[in-house]
């Protein structure tokens, strides 16, 4: 039996719609998750909800603790997990307002706790990450963006950036070039900690900003506010697609 979880990024501490059931503390061997875990219902289906960036977005990207996030899901039993993120476009077909569904990564983080292998086990495995993404739950979100109409690019090569400062015009076209379409600073290690876990993972990504050097002026913040706020409303549609759905 599927059991789903969905992490919300920025613009998504709490998920529009959803029936909370419970709150669950979970501590694991690496500490405590961003957030309670929130069991609850959406458009019918019961899911878990956790705030990536804690209940208040105080936690900047780097300081997030993935590998709690993801083994407090894996430990309470979820089996596929939808990453909401927001990012800058960075190709010409990523443009404002619009939902990627990446397929590939390039890790550019740094000094990041990035693997359960170390000292709290005694053995380690490599996994295979040529397809970093689950292509069961990235199926499910392109058949959702589809039934729900909203605009979206349907693959995509997810920048993972230390952050928390956005990138200078010269890193993003080193990043252009390198072949990204999107960036952004929590892809990783999420992907590859639930990878490590068995856990069906795939992201759903909003874009809020061109990035940087993509328009003549910087990033111009309160435009960026309320992309996320009409982008979530975009988000909202998609899950309640894959809901319907099913796994
Ligand atoms: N860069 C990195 N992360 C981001 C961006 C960006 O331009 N926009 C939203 N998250």
Known sequence: MPSIAIIGGTGLTNMPGLTVHHREMVKTVYGAPSSPLIHGELDGQSVIFLARHGRRHTIPPHMVN???NLLALSEVGVTHVIALAAVGGIADTCLEKTIVIPDQIIDYTHDRAHTYYGAKTDTFQQIDFTEPYSSLVRERLLEACKSA???HVPTGVYGATQGPRLETA???RRMENDGCTIVGM???PE??????LGLHYACCA????????KVGTGIDFSRVESNVAESVG???Q???EVLKLGF
């Open 66 to 68: 993935y590998r709690a």
């Open 149 to 151: 109409s909203v605009n």
């Open 170 to 172: 010269a890193e993003i």
């Open 186 to 188: 929590t892809g990783m």
């Open 191 to 196: 992907a590859a900690l639930a990878r490590e």
């Open 206 to 213: 909003m874009v809020v900003n061109r990035a940087a050097g």
């Open 234 to 236: 975009f988000i909202r």
């Open 238 to 240: 998609v899950i309640a």
